[in-house]
């Protein structure tokens, strides 16, 4: 059973910041393709951010210029860095691991964007 295991999330004021961590597996790690995607009641889940092992990334036009991905290879961790939060950024943010056809998610993580 492979496990991200997500942290970082939580209540913050509009135009704030949050970090979200999520540790893999080296194994994992080492070969797929990082990502962050979110979802709110009612709608599917969407991309936000990915990045792949060589550091390439890709973003939502949504979070351009506002979010930052990460990847630190001696801790088997991908970062996800949001600045400038809206109350539209609210949603529950799962961590995925992707390769081929093969796809792990998180447990997932609540951030809350609220005066």
């Known amino acids: 059973q492979v496990q991200l295991v997500e942290s970082g999330g939580g209540l913050v004021q509009p135009g704030g910041s949050l970090r979200l961590s999520c540790e893999v597996p080296?194994?994992?790690?080492?070969?797929?393709?990082m990502g962050w995607y979110r979802q709110t009641p009612g709608k599917q889940r969407e991309l936000v951010a990915t990045?792949?092992?060589?550091?390439?990334?890709n973003f939502a036009d949504s979070v351009k210029g506002r979010f930052t991905i990460s990847r630190d290879n001696s801790k088997n961790t991908v970062y996800l860095q949001m600045s400038d939060l809206k109350p539209e950024d609210t949603a529950v943010y799962y961590c995925?691991?992707?390769?081929?056809?093969?796809?792990?998610w998180g447990q997932g993580t609540q951030v809350t964007v609220s005066s």
């Open positions: 080296e194994v994992i790690f080492s070969i797929y393709t």
């Open positions: 990045i792949n092992t060589s550091g390439g990334t």
């Open positions: 995925s691991a992707k390769w081929s056809m093969t796809n792990y």
